[in-house]
């Protein structure tokens, strides 16, 4: 079993800045893929961003969001830069038994709780 711990959101203005953190249980977090979705109210979520060896973003978020992870410390991160007002959501984190990336919910095994970004105009 693997608990996820997301931390970071909050309330930012447009064009500002947000560090997302995701801390995972588990001894083999170097082989999970591990990816970060999105679910703004009334929406469904949706993909943002994957890592695994590589990242691979969301057409909406590439160039402004970046993925990254450190074994060492079981955790992922999400640096997001040029927010914008569409960007606010409940962001989750979501963690795969295997390996390599997806942009597909069903395909992750284990989600946090999320956590909430705030982006004011």
């Known amino acids: 079993q693997v608990q996820l711990v997301e931390s970071g959101g909050g309330l930012v203005q447009a064009g500002g800045s947000l560090r997302l953190s995701c801390a995972a249980s588990g001894r083999t977090f170097s082989g999970y893929g591990m990816g970060w979705f999105r679910q703004a109210p009334g929406k469904e979520r949706e993909f943002v961003a994957a890592i695994s060896r590589g990242p691979i973003y969301a057409d909406s978020v590439k160039g402004r969001f970046t993925i990254s992870r450190d074994n060492a410390k079981s955790s992922v991160y999400l640096q997001m830069n040029s927010l914008k007002s569409e960007d606010a959501a409940v962001y989750y984190c979501?963690?795969?038994?295997?390996?390599?990336?997806?942009?597909?919910?069903?395909?992750?095994?284990?989600w946090g709780q999320g956590t909430q970004v705030t982006v004011s105009s």
């Open positions: 979501a963690a795969r038994r295997e390996a390599g990336v997806s942009s597909i919910g069903s395909d992750y095994n284990y």
